[in-house]
């Protein structure tokens, strides 16, 4: 914004009028980038999620994201945290060893064995969260 100071002679000496000028905002027009940009996003989104979700033949040890993608479950952040939570518990006071695996969301995360999430999961799988 500029303001400009302008003294205008008259009758009884000079009156100061104060002029405002706006500059035009650009026009921005941006022609398929946008959608371009994110349609990539979300095959790059996609491919994170689907590494993230992977699971080798024999594994026996499962993030809560590997969990919930081989059960067909969509589950909250909220909600798969504290799956998690409920898991590590069920884990010490069995006396199963947590696991760590690498998460490209999280850095590291806890991985736990199948048979300690399948007990605590019922809770957390509903008819709503399972995939038809």
């Known amino acids: 914004m500029i303001a400009l100071m302008l003294a205008i002679p008259s009758a009884t000496g000079f009156d100061v009028t104060e002029v405002i000028v706006r500059p035009t905002a650009p026009k921005l027009r941006l022609v ?6 994110k349609s990539e996003l979300e095959v790059q989104i996609a491919q994170i999620e689907a590494r993230r979700t992977a699971v080798t033949p024999g ?3 499962f993030t809560v994201a590997q969990f919930c ?7 909250t952040l909220s909600q798969m945290q504290s799956l998690g939570k409920a898991a590590a518990k069920y ?16 850095g590291e995360v806890n991985a736990y064995p ?3 999430l399948d007990i605590v999961s019922g809770m957390y799988f509903t008819k709503q969260s399972k995939k038809a």
């Open 91 to 106: 884990c010490r006071v069995q006396g199963l060893d947590i696991g760590r695996a690498n998460d490209e969301l999280f």
């Open 59 to 61: 594994q026996s040890e």
């Open 32 to 37: 398929g980038g946008t959608d371009m940009a």
């Open 114 to 116: 199948a048979h300690a």
């Open 69 to 75: 993608a081989t059960h067909g479950a969509t589950l």
